[in-house]
């Protein structure tokens, strides 16, 4: 069975991969755009603090329950003997089609700037709005983007996800940290770093905490069963917990360079007022809007050259998360259905495509898709989609804790983590683990997936 499945070489490639899936467009475009709205640092704490104190506990959860079940999101319920459980699974595989759905469009600006930065256009940047709405363009970028990934996760494991991961996820980090050295030489390039590590924390309401909590989740690729499926390809030799730390320090490190590569280019390029990131080039738009206005400053060949490269990599980063998005509902078809990978994954990808014409329009293209969907701060389809699903991932992670608490059980879930771990049962970590998995996740997840939800649906805060 295992062999049919596929697995990591080894655990390298295993925390390559899962990092490969949590750093992508969450930590590069979505990570600043949220800091900017939520106020700069008091956003950042927060997310740090959700990051340890949450997220790791889930994530070695899921890694655990992929690892013991060698199955999908779905069939890793039944396996474990729980059939009720496994909406949980299914309500994974639906965030996953509805998150990679959009994704995929922004995936798709990504490798579309790639174009316009080589061919020197960083005008493009003053007209994010007419880029968007110009659906022939961004449908074929977006089609480019969805073959890319069915093709590598046909693949499979060990051929496709790892090797590919294994090259890109480096490189990206040299250059985002050659970024970061020359965005901090610029003018005013103090006042961005002030607004993002200063924390004033009487600005923390729970738009803040709400929105640092969502951040939290989507950018470590949680609660939908992304590491269920990984965690399937893992051996029983390694060792769970340290792959999870590496996964989660991997990820928040990325997303914290990318801060302190944009915000001081914001300061740069507004003489020093930050108000801007909370206003007119607030939102999605942000790293599109910014970026490309750095790299004009590096001249026409340099910035064409820097501004290239820098969008080509963002685009593998985002490879790397949507052959993980599209990898779960394949691995469920593969699984539950019986039918070979490649049928599975054409009729997975087209099938994807197909529910994510919305967000495509969404952006300026149908006035219907672009102004109808109210939901705190926007109006778009794309944004709406992305705020549904970020809080879809908190309801997954919290069932997930509760039934590797209450209904797996603890020993069970002990047992698994020792695996790899040896006299894990009597370290330090594994009475932390208990202790958040137990009780400080259930309870925090469950009251604040409330609060986001009546403050994001409904309007209501109270805080
Ligand atoms: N974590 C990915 C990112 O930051 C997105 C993702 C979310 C991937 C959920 C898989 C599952 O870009």
């Known amino acids: 069975m295992a062999a049919v499945r596929g697995a990591f070489t080894n655990k390298l490639g295993f925390i390559l991969a899962a990092s490969g899936s949590a750093v992508g467009l969450g930590n590069i475009w979505k990570f600043p755009f949220e800091v900017g ?5 008091a956003f950042v704490a927060m997310y740090m603090i959700f990051c340890f104190l949450l997220c790791f506990p889930v994530m070695v959860t899921e890694i655990a329950i992929g690892r ?7 069939g890793a319920f039944t396996a474990l003997g729980f059939k009720n459980w496994r909406f949980i699974g299914v309500f994974g595989v639906l965030a996953g089609v509805l998150i990679l759905s959009y994704y ?18 960083f005008d493009v940047s003053n007209n994010f709005g007419v880029f968007t709405s110009d659906i022939v363009k961004v449908c074929i970028y977006a089609v480019i983007f969805m073959s890319f990934t069915g093709y590598f996760v046909g693949k499979g494991i060990s051929g496709g996800i790892e090797k590919l991961s294994r090259i890109l996820m480096p490189t990206l980090l040299l250059m985002i940290i050659g970024m970061v050295l020359y965005s901090l030489t610029l ?17 923390i309401n729970i738009s803040i905490v709400g929105g640092a909590l969502r951040q939290a989740f989507f950018s470590l690729s949680l609660g939908m069963g992304t590491l269920i499926t990984y965690g399937s390809y893992l051996s029983k030799k390694d060792n769970i917990v340290s792959s999870a730390a590496y996964i989660t320090l991997t990820d928040i490190s990325i ?10 280019l914001v300061a740069f390029i507004n003489q020093g007022d930050m108000s801007a990131v909370a206003s007119d080039q607030a939102g999605p738009g942000l790293i599109f809007v910014t970026l490309p206005q750095a790299f004009a400053t590096l001249g026409p060949t340099l910035g064409a050259l820097v501004g290239g490269g820098f969008f080509l990599l963002l685009s593998f980063a985002a490879l790397t998360s949507t052959v993980s998005l599209l990898e779960v509902p394949t691995a469920y078809v593969v699984d539950e259905l019986g039918i070979t990978r490649t049928k599975a994954v054409l009729f997975a990808s087209i099938f994807i495509f197909i529910v994510g014409i919305p967000s495509m329009l969404g952006n300026g293209a149908s006035e219907f898709f672009s102004n109808q969907f109210k939901i705190t701060g926007s109006t778009d389809f ?46 330090g970590i594994s009475k932390y683990l208990d202790f958040t998995i137990s009780f ?8 604040l997936l409330v609060l986001v939800v009546l403050s994001n649906f409904f309007g209501i805060n109270f805080f």
Do not use: R
């Open 37 to 41: 709205l939520g106020g700069g640092a």
């Open 68 to 74: 013991k079940t060698q199955k999908n999101p779905v």
């Open 104 to 121: 995929n469009i922004i995936a798709g600006w990504a490798f579309g700037f790639f174009f316009e930065m080589v061919q020197g256009n």
């Open 187 to 203: 003018p005013n390039a103090f006042e961005g770093v002030k607004f993002y590590l200063i924390p004033d924390l009487s600005e």
């Open 255 to 264: 997303a914290f360079i990318a801060g302190l590569m944009i915000f001081p």
């Open 382 to 427: 794309l944004s709406f989609a992305s705020k549904m699903t970020d809080t879809m991932l908190l309801f997954g992670g919290l069932c997930i804790v509760i039934f590797a608490a209450y209904v797996w059980k603890k020993e069970n879930l002990n047992a698994e983590l020792a695996n790899g771990y040896e006299g894990y049962q009597h370290k």
């Open 440 to 447: 400080v996740c259930p309870t925090i997840l469950a009251i």
